[in-house]
């Protein structure tokens, strides 16, 4: 049991953290080393822990110094001759080796070796032990081992380092410049989720290996990169000899200021204050070789090119065994450049995390209230993960009353905040000019569409659709899942209100239309332009659109049309005039007319999509359709045939389903050699098939319900391709 006096120091060790824990042999050195080692620190105002003997009585460590080591972020050890006959200062040691935290050990009057190999003096107290514990072997190896451990630490000898006024001035110094890594360190508390990320980083990160070795951290903007990195830096940055957290690489490079933090760099690497170097690369062999014998942590916070790290490591291309490089980074293909292949996906926040973070941000609960989880349900929806946007909109929110709040998160939902779309638009400032339209197009149009989809089209309007795609993806503005284009809903609003700006009052004046009234309005109004590049039309909620046969002719840019939920709501009492030239994906549910406008090229058409149309004939004669890859004229009941196709070499799929009027395919079929689907389910009427002779490609035919089909062509060598026959 303690005294009344012990447990009051134990009390009050409890409630107390500290930066320092110094561990001796009170006999030794308590009354002089040890005495003006702490006074040096504490007049640095360093909170150091010093033990009472009355913390030392009974046969084990007791619970208040157990709890002072885990509550110090650095360990001082003064060893010291006598040092191992004490078992207190022995479990003091094994616990601090336990801990895994910044360890400075100072070799008072002994040899580093005697530690490592327990010779001379600590022989001699190790035979005690061994005589004292005989059935409590465990015990003793234990404490050998912790012994041998932190005899192999760099640390500070006095033999070397003299006089003690010296070797105190040393240790301080050492002390602070280990607190001053620290001092920024990440504190897990209140970092939703940031410490079962870390665990998974530290997976991958393999600290007990010896060799060299580079991690990556990828993710979009705002979601956690930075603080992963920062939390996963603190947390084992004792176990090398020098540590640097390069911070803002990207910022730095457009500032024209790369050169001064490489300088920085360097300096507190290899410890050298006045190092410069103003080359690219990194000549001095010297400076190479001092940096491949250094066991080093170094972290390259928001690398958006290769080129930031080739000059900062210009020429470095050895690094100390056990050293780590962590890079962060919104640029997938920044990593597999410098040849990462350890890359951690930073994903979102999931469901409670997010709800946890949010209440943290916007009420300062842990436990949220019945309405506080309601409005948190209705923000998160908007914030799907994010915790940057997490815990701007929370903080937002903070403070304020109900009414404020729910209002606030209504119009939300409409508009995110301008700061969460400043963070995150700088990832779309740095895309090109054809990845930036890519990246509206898929805002407005494609999220959620099929890869090949999006691809295909955006191939027709892009010189680099696949390249632009996959930067896209890279730079973690979409992603792919199950192989569909998926985009964070901010990213998404980002890209809408971007093309918002582009004219906040004139509709017509934007690039690109997406809300079905808008769509109605300036094509009711008849008032398209030639700024427009795409216009998506869902008329489920919208009167009849009446268009005017000239609503098309303004619009001659226009790429991407889109009508749908439109059977029987778009009319066109007095036909249409033309159709834009520079159309490449047309999509018009229920088009109203017997044929297309006579005023239409569809050299540039990819798509074709007219479902449930009028349509009797597409058009008269032959067409040069090069980039036309799918017909989909599906339950357009009134179709009787289909035109020449002779001049659309790319055509790879045809659906026809339920078009049941059609008497007859075109002979000009056996041409496409890419044609891959053709479909005619329930094309009742239709009697005769042409031949495929030249159809290599076909893998899937349907003519299930042609119930009047009277010949089938002969099934060559050249359809071996075929996968699926239906005829049922």
């Not at 149309?613 to 890859?629: A, P, T």
């Amino acid at each position: 049991m303690f005294s009344s006096q012990s447990s009051a120091a134990a009390d009050t060790i409890k409630a107390r953290t500290y930066d320092v824990f110094l561990s001796f042999r009170g006999k030794d050195t308590r009354d002089g080393f040890v005495s003006h080692l702490y006074k040096d620190l504490c007049r640095k105002n360093i909170e150091t822990f010093i033990d009472d003997e009355e913390l030392r009585k009974g046969d084990e460590i007791s619970g208040a110094l157990l709890k002072a080591i885990q509550a110090s972020r650095v360990s001082v050890i003064v060893f010291s001759k006598d040092y191992a006959s004490s078992k207190w200062c022995l479990a003091e040691l094994v616990k601090i080796m336990d801990c895994n935290k910044w360890v400075v050990p100072v070799f008072y009057g002994v040899d580093p070796r005697d530690l490592r190999n327990q010779t001379g003096s600590f022989a001699d107290a190790f035979a005690k032990h061994e005589e004292n514990f005989k059935h409590e072997s465990g015990k003793v190896k234990t404490w050998r081992s912790a012994l041998t451990a932190a005899g192999k630490l760099s640390g500070w000898d006095s033999q070397v380092t003299r006089p003690d006024s010296t070797l105190v001035d040393k240790i301080v110094e050492d002390v602070v410049k280990k607190l001053n890594c620290g001092s920024s360190s990440a504190n897990l508390k209140g970092l939703v989720g940031i410490e079962r990320r870390m665990q998974e980083v530290l997976s991958l990160f393999q600290d007990g290996f010896p060799d060299f070795r580079m991690l990556g951290i990828w993710g979009m903007g705002g979601i956690g990169k930075t603080t992963l990195a920062d939390a996963i830096y603190h947390h084992v940055s004792n176990g090398f000899q020098r540590c640097c957290f390069l911070a803002n690489v990207r910022e730095h490079e457009e500032q024209r200021e790369l050169l001064k933090l490489r300088n920085e760099f360097l300096s507190t690497i290899l410890e050298d204050e006045n190092l410069y170097i103003s080359t690219p690369t990194i000549g001095s062999g010297f400076l190479k070789d001092r940096l491949s014998k250094k066991k080093v942590l170094i972290v390259c916070d928001d690398v958006s090119k290769l080129s930031q790290i080739e000059f900062l490591f210009g020429g470095i291309y050895r690094i100390g065994p056990g050293s780590r490089v962590i890079v962060t980074t919104r640029n997938k293909q920044v990593l597999v450049q410098c040849g990462i292949d350890l890359i951690y996906d930073m994903k979102e926040l999931d469901k409670d995390e997010s709800v946890q973070l949010f209440c943290q941000c916007a009420f300062k609960s842990t436990n949220p209230t019945e309405y506080q989880l309601k409005l948190s349900k209705m923000a998160l929806s908007v914030a799907k993960g994010n915790p940057l946007a997490i815990r701007l909109i929370g903080s937002s929110l903070y403070g304020k009353t109900k009414s404020y709040q729910e209002s606030e998160v209504k119009k939300l939902n409409k508009v995110p905040k301008q700061d969460i779309q400043e963070v995150l638009k700088w990832s779309f400032d740095g895309l090109d000019c054809e990845e930036k339209e890519m990246f509206l197009d898929i805002a407005c149009f494609f999220k959620g569409k099929h890869r090949d989809y999006v691809t295909r089209i955006m191939d027709a309007c892009y010189d680099s659709a696949h390249s632009g795609i996959e930067n896209l993806i890279d730079k973690s503005l979409i992603s792919v899942s199950q192989n569909q284009i998926a985009m964070h809903d901010l990213l998404q609003q980002m890209g809408l209100n971007i093309v918002r700006d582009e004219s906040p009052l004139k509709l017509e004046k934007r690039s690109r239309l997406w809300i079905p009234e808008d769509s109605y309005n300036v094509l009711s109004e008849n008032n398209g332009t030639e700024m427009l590049r795409g216009i998506e039309l869902d008329m489920s909620q919208l009167a009849k659109l009446e268009l005017e046969p000239t609503a098309m002719m303004k619009m001659r840019k226009l790429r991407f049309l889109k009508f749908y939920h439109s059977y029987g709501r778009i009319l066109l009492f007095k036909g249409l005039l033309s159709l834009p030239e520079e159309l490449r994906y047309l999509y018009w549910e229920g088009y109203p007319s017997r044929s297309l406008p006579t005023k239409f090229d569809l050299g540039y058409l990819v798509e074709l999509d007219m479902r449930k149309s009028h349509l009797e004939q597409l058009w008269e004669g032959k067409q040069d359709l090069v980039n036309l890859k799918v017909i989909t004229l599906d339950f357009s009941l009134n179709l009787v045939r289909i035109p020449d196709l002779s001049r659309a070499p790319n055509l790879e799929k045809i659906n026809l389903l339920w078009c049941s009027n059609l008497r007859d395919l075109p002979s000009s079929l056996q041409h496409l050699e890419k044609l891959t689907l053709l479909n005619v389910n329930s094309c009742e009427n239709l009697r005769s098939l042409p031949s495929f002779y030249k159809a290599t490609s076909l893998t899937d035919l349907d003519l299930g319900g042609c119930s009047n089909l009277c010949s089938f062509p002969e099934i060559m060598g050249t359809m071996e391709s075929l996968r699926h026959l239906v005829l049922s």
